[in-house]
C-alpha cells in the first residue's frame, strides 16, 4: 500500500463546475499536509496547506480528517486555467515529504 | 526572491556518461531535497538534507547515484555511469524547516540518457 494515495482521475468537469478531491495516507504520525498544483512539465507549486480546523482560501477548500486519515480539496466554480494535476503531500517528523501520484482535472467549456 | 535555481535546465547523454545536476535552494532555507518524476513512478524522493546533512538518502536508487551538499547554498546530484532507465525530470526542492513547512521546487532537469 502506497503512503499516499490519491483516485488518478481525470476527472472531467464543465466550467463553473465543483470538484473535490479525496487524499487517504497511512501513517497515523503525519505532521502537516498540503495540496500542490503541477502544471504540464513545469514543477509543483503550492496550493494551500491544510489545517486541522480546514481552511479556505477563495474557490478552494481544503479539509483533514485525522481521525480517518485523509486530506480533501474542494474547488468551487471551476475555471478553465484550473486544468493541472493536484498532488496531495504528507509530511512526517523528521522532515520527509511523500507525494501522492496526482489527481488530473480538466475543466472544459 | 530567486527561488530554487537547478542546472541545466536539459541534459541530453549517451549512456556510459556522468551527469551532474546543480541546485541553489532559497537563502535561509535549511533543508534541500532531490527528486525524480516520471510518468510511471510519479514523484519519488531520492534524499533530503538539513544543514547540509543527509538526512534520508532511502530513496537512492542504487550506487550509481550520489548527493553533496558542501555549504548551504549548493547542492550536486551525480550519476556515474547513467542509463537510460534514468531518463526523469530531477526536481530539487528547500524549505525553512523540516516538517512544517511548504516545499519550494525549481524548475527542474530534463535529463535524457540515449
Known amino acids: 500500500r502506497k503512503e499516499v494515495e490519491q483516485d488518478p482521475g481525470p476527472f472531467n468537469v464543465p466550467e463553473g463546475a465543483t470538484v473535490a478531491f479525496n487524499c487517504t495516507y497511512s501513517n497515523s504520525a503525519s505532521q502537516s499536509f498540503f495540496w500542490y498544483r503541477q502544471d504540464c512539465r513545469k514543477e509543483p507549486k503550492l496550493l494551500m496547506s491544510?489545517?486541522?480546523s480546514g481552511n479556505e482560501d477563495g474557490r478552494f477548500t481544503a479539509q483533514l480528517n485525522r481521525a480517518s486519515q485523509y486530506i480533501s480539496l474542494l474547488i468551487r466554480d471551476s475555471k478553465l486555467s484550473d486544468s493541472a494535476t493536484y498532488l496531495c503531500?504528507?509530511?512526517?517528523?523528521?522532515?520527509?515529504?511523500?507525494f501522492g501520484d496526482g489527481t488530473t482535472l480538466t475543466v472544459k467549456p | 526572491d530567486a527561488g530554487v535555481i537547478q542546472s541545466p535546465r536539459h541534459e541530453v547523454t549517451e549512456m556510459g556518461q556522468e551527469v551532474t545536476l546543480r541546485c541553489k535552494p532559497i537563502?535561509?532555507?535549511?533543508?534541500l531535497f532531490w527528486y525524480r518524476q516520471t510518468m510511471m513512478r510519479g514523484l519519488e524522493l531520492l534524499i533530503y538534507?538539513?544543514?547540509?546533512?543527509?538526512?534520508?538518502d532511502s530513496g537512492m536508487p542504487e550506487d550509481r547515484f550520489s548527493a553533496k551538499m558542501p555549504n548551504a547554498s549548493f547542492s550536486t546530484l551525480k550519476i556515474q555511469p547513467s542509463e537510460p532507465r534514468d531518463s526523469a525530470v530531477y526536481f530539487c526542492a528547500s524549505s525553512t524547516d523540516s516538517y512544517n513547512s511548504p516545499l519550494h521546487f525549481g524548475n527542474g532537469t530534463r535529463l535524457t540518457v540515449t
Open positions: 503531500v504528507v509530511n512526517m517528523w523528521g522532515g520527509k515529504s511523500t
Open positions: 491544510v489545517y486541522s
Open positions: 537563502s535561509g532555507h535549511n533543508s
Open positions: 538534507f538539513n544543514n547540509n546533512v543527509p538526512i534520508d
